[in-house]
């Protein structure tokens, strides 16, 4: 039933979409993101500016209407002052949101500029949350977004990663955007690498697999590649597969009630260990 209902909340059509940003590096990522989604599922995007003593980004706010634009959305900046960002925020969900987009900056810590403030928006924020994090190396996402890697961990959140990567694949200037499923198996020290297919147990777990990539399918309606990777640590197998295979983007799922307590501080080691090493390791957003 739960599975169901995320599918529902992901394909129902948007009405509006918020995306606080400050004007610093690694938010114009989180932006393309959010207009490639309002783009295929319809809605408003409204860009959240939070002002501070830097400036106006007026150069940063200009692109934006460039992509909206391109884009041909429906997008519009409000601002706010900094020094009450939270409350100013919660104030303005109250008039109908259904998505927040939000960059982790390009520290993996320093969304808004401030950990502390993305901290306060997984506890508190009501509606669904993405967040969008770029490597410090990294420049700015392609439009056409050509590989979409989505990882599989065998949990309920799976669902919303597919979604996502469905809605993102669709979009008009990534049409033909193929999206890859890699489930990481770790495999024991006991175990050695070469003989890991014959294994029972992960066996048993790539079997698992496949029979979900194939509800997948049915459900979304779109091909999916399945690609089984055994390692002794995930994260750098993940990290090292999508560099090989060039991909644009990774999306993971994630449930923030059941991982509350570990991504509230974002803080290394304070997130799953996974998703730490893949965000310190990652070569794309």
Excluded at 46 to 74: D, N, P, Q, T
Excluded at 273 to 280: Q, T
Aim: aromatic share 8%.
């Amino acid at each position: 039933m739960e599975e169901k209902v995320m599918r529902e909340e992901w394909l129902t059509p948007l009405s509006k979409v918020i995306f606080p940003f400050t004007g610093r590096d690694g938010e114009f990522n989180a932006a393309l993101i959010a207009f490639q989604i309002i783009e295929e599922m319809g809605g408003e995007l409204v860009g959240f500016h939070v002002l501070s003593e830097e400036g106006s980004a007026a150069k940063f706010k200009e692109e934006l209407l460039k992509v909206a634009r391109k884009f041909k959305v429906s997008f519009r900046i409000i601002c706010y002052d900094e020094r009450n960002i939270i409350s100013g925020l919660l104030n303005e969900l109250k008039r109908g949101y259904d998505l927040c987009i939000c960059s982790l900056g390009i520290k993996g810590v320093k969304g808004l500029g401030s950990g502390s403030v993305v901290r306060k928006l997984i506890n508190k924020i009501p509606i669904k949350l993405l967040l969008v994090y770029t490597p410090e190396s990294y420049g700015v996402l392609p439009y056409t977004l050509n590989r979409i890697l989505v990882t599989h961990t065998m949990m309920d959140e799976d669902v919303a990663a597919y979604m996502v990567a469905m809605v993102l694949s669709k979009s008009w200037l990534s049409i033909k955007g193929e999206i890859i499923a890699v489930y990481p198996i770790r495999v024991p020290s006991s175990v050695p690498i070469d003989l890991t297919y014959v294994a029972e147990e992960i066996e048993r777990k790539e079997d698992s697999f496949l029979k979900d990539i194939g509800s997948e399918i049915k459900e979304m309606g779109s091909p999916i590649l399945p690609v089984t990777l055994y390692a002794r640590d995930k994260a750098e197998a993940l990290a090292v597969y999508s560099k090989e295979v060039d991909a644009d983007i990774v999306i993971i799922g994630v449930n923030r009630r059941k991982y509350l307590s570990r991504l509230a501080s974002l803080m290394p080691l304070s997130y799953p260990r996974f998703i730490n090493e893949l965000l310190r390791r990652a070569s794309c957003p």
